[in-house]
C-alpha cells in the first residue's frame, strides 16, 4: 500500500491568493482527519471526516478555511484568500474509526 | 478539555545513555494512548499504543509505559538513528480525535 499521499510537499505563495491542498486515503479507510502543525502550537487537528461526512470542524480556524470530501479516497483543504499566519505544516491522516492514525508526509505551506 | 503535556521539550543524550520521555495527560476517560516518532520532514508514525494502566509495550531500545495519569517513553542505550521528535496522543471516551502533545526533541550524539 502507498500510505497516505500529500501534494503539494511545498507551496509557497503570496498573501491574499488561493491555496488548495490534497490528500488520498490509505484504501479501505474511512476516517480522514486533517491537522496543522507549528512550533508554537504542535499538532493541532482542523477538522475530520467518517464515511465522507464532516464530523468536527471546530478546530478550522475561520471561514477562510474549507475541506471536501469529493468521494471515500480523496481530500482538499483550501485556503481562501491565505494570509502569512496560516504558514505552517498540514498533515492529512486516514485510519479505521478514529484510534490509531496513518499520516501522510505532510504539505508546508509558506505565505509571503 | 482533553490535555497532554510533554517533557522534557528538548533531549539531548550520549550514545548509549538511557533516559526516558514523560507524557501527562488529562482525559475525560481514557480509551488509549499513543505513542508517534517524527522525523524532520516526515509525518508521525506510530510506534504504541497503551490502553490501560500497568500495560507496557517494547519495540527495540523503546519501551513504552502507562499510570493514571502519565506515560513514560524509555529508551535504553539509545543510538543516533533514535533522534527523532517524539509524540505522545490520547484517545478520550468522547467522540473526539487524537489531542497530540507538542512532542520532545530527543538528540543522541556519538
Known amino acids: 500500500d502507498a500510505g497516505v499521499i500529500q501534494s503539494p510537499r511545498h507551496e509557497v505563495t503570496e498573501m491574499g491568493q488561493e491555496v488548495t491542498l490534497r490528500c488520498k486515503l490509505i484504501?479501505?479507510?474511512?476516517?480522514l482527519f486533517w491537522y496543522r502543525q507549528t512550533m508554537m502550537r504542535g499538532l493541532e487537528l482542523l477538522i475530520y471526516?467518517?464515511?465522507?461526512?464532516?464530523?468536527?470542524d471546530s478546530g478550522m480556524p475561520e471561514d477562510r478555511f474549507s475541506a471536501k470530501m469529493p468521494n471515500a479516497s480523496f481530500s482538499t483543504l483550501k485556503i481562501q484568500p491565505s494570509e502569512p499566519r496560516d504558514s505552517a505544516v498540514y498533515f492529512c491522516?486516514?485510519?479505521?474509526?478514529?484510534?490509531?492514525?496513518?499520516f501522510g508526509e505532510g504539505s508546508r505551506l509558506t505565505v509571503l | 478539555e482533553d490535555q497532554v503535556t510533554q517533557s522534557p521539550e528538548a533531549l539531548r543524550l550520549q550514545e548509549g545513555e538511557s533516559s526516558s520521555l514523560n507524557c501527562s495527560y488529562t482525559?475525560?476517560?481514557?480509551?488509549?494512548l499513543f505513542w508517534y516518532r517524527q522525523d524532520p520532514g516526515k509525518g508521525p508514525e506510530f510506534l504504541f499504543t497503551?490502553?490501560?494502566a500497568g500495560e507496557e509495550k517494547e519495540k527495540e531500545r523503546l519501551k513504552a509505559t502507562l499510570t493514571k495519569k502519565e506515560s513514560f517513553l524509555h529508551i535504553t542505550a539509545p543510538k543516533p538513528e533514535d533522534s527523532a521528535t517524539y509524540l505522545c496522543?490520547?484517545?478520550?471516551?468522547?467522540?473526539?480525535?487524537?489531542?497530540f502533545g507538542k512532542g520532545t526533541r530527543l538528540s543522541v550524539i556519538a
Open positions: 491522516a486516514s485510519s479505521l474509526g478514529i484510534g490509531e492514525l496513518f
Open positions: 484504501s479501505g479507510h474511512n476516517s
Open positions: 471526516f467518517n464515511n465522507n461526512v464532516p464530523i468536527d
Open positions: 482525559v475525560s476517560g481514557l480509551r488509549g
Open positions: 497503551l490502553y490501560s
Open positions: 496522543a490520547v484517545l478520550s471516551s468522547g467522540n473526539t480525535p487524537l489531542v
